[in-house]
């Protein structure tokens, strides 16, 4: 299980997060993780990225906690050949498996390959 701080900020799980962007890139129909942050968030990555960079896209996944309450975001790519909402809940289920009891859950799917 990760652990979680109580702030109202991100949380610092720097060294769950390889494992968390593992267990997704494991589930049957993710092609690829993404970092869940908006566009504004990724500017400099993506400014970087143009620039030649190494490291341009992170795959991350984004844990916080609001008024006590763990918030889990990934964001994900699947296969054309598999269903993408059925891959959507086994990362889903991967992820409650891996966090508190009480997390809610968040997957977005930004592309199918």
Known sequence: MT????AHEPADHSEDQ????ARIR????????YSPRSAIARIPGLIAAAAGADGDRVAEVAVTVRDGMPLVAARIATASHDNTPAAARRVADALLANTPDDAQISIQIARIH
């Open 3 to 6: 652990r979680l701080s109580s």
């Open 18 to 21: 390889p494992d968390l962007v």
């Open 26 to 33: 494991a589930v049957d129909g993710v092609t690829d993780v």
